[in-house]
C-alpha cells in the first residue's frame, strides 16, 4: 500500500477536527456555529500514525476550513496531507439538519473516505464518532488556545478505544506587508 493510501484515511480523520463539532440539543445550535467559526481558516502541521502496521509514518497536512452560510452549523474543508512524496488532496463537507450532523470526508464511507455517525461539542474541545464499513472509531480535537489544535484519532478495537493516529495543527496567518504612503 502507497503511503498516500494510508494518509488518505488518515487525513480524512484528521480533517474531522477541523471538519466537525456535534451536538444533540437544539440551543447547542448557536455555540456549534461558534466553534466552527473559531475553527475556520488556514492550519498547517504534522501527524503521524502511533500504532498498527503503519506506526511511525509522519505526514503533514494544510487545510482551509470556512463555515457553512445560512443558521445552520457546518463546514467545508479542503487542502492536502503529504507523505514523503505523495501528496493526497482532502476535502469534507458537514453540515447541521435538525441538531444532527452528518456529512463525510473524501467520498464517505461507500468510496475511499469515512462518514461522521455522532458527536458532541464542549466547549473547546469536539468529540466525533467515525465510520468506514466495519471500522468504528472517534476522533477528539481540542484547541489548546485560538491558535493550536491537537487531535487524537482512536479505532475500536474489540472494547477498547485505542489511539493510532495523533496531529498538531497551527494556524496560519497571511504574512501582508504594511507599511506607508507618502
Request: proline share 3%.
Amino acid at each position: 500500500m502507497r503511503p498516500s493510501l494510508i494518509v488518505r484515511g488518515v487525513a480524512a480523520s484528521a480533517l474531522a477536527a477541523v471538519a466537525v463539532g456535534l451536538a444533540s440539543p437544539a440551543h447547542s445550535g448557536t455555540r456549534d456555529k461558534a466553534f466552527f467559526e473559531r475553527v475556520a481558516g488556514q492550519w498547517k502541521g504534522p501527524g503521524e500514525i502511533v500504532a498498527g502496521k503503519y506506526k511511525g509514518t509522519k505526514f503533514t497536512c494544510d487545510l482551509k476550513g470556512e463555515p457553512t452560510s445560512g443558521r445552520e452549523a457546518g463546514i467545508k474543508l479542503d487542502g492536502f496531507c503529504r507523505v514523503g512524496v505523495f501528496k493526497q488532496p482532502m476535502s469534507a463537507m458537514i453540515t447541521q439538519k435538525g441538531g444532527k450532523y452528518g456529512g463525510k470526508f473524501l467520498d464517505g464511507a461507500d468510496g475511499q473516505g469515512l462518514d461522521i455517525v455522532s458527536g458532541n461539542v464542549a466547549n473547546d474541545k469536539v468529540v466525533v464518532g467515525i465510520n468506514r464499513k466495519k471500522l468504528n472509531g472517534a476522533m477528539i480535537a481540542r484547541l489548546q488556545d485560538s491558535e493550536t489544535m491537537n487531535i487524537t484519532i482512536s479505532v475500536k478495537v474489540e472494547d477498547t478505544m485505542v489511539p493510532v493516529i495523533g496531529v498538531s495543527l497551527n494556524r496560519q496567518m497571511d504574512n501582508i506587508a504594511v507599511g506607508s504612503i507618502k
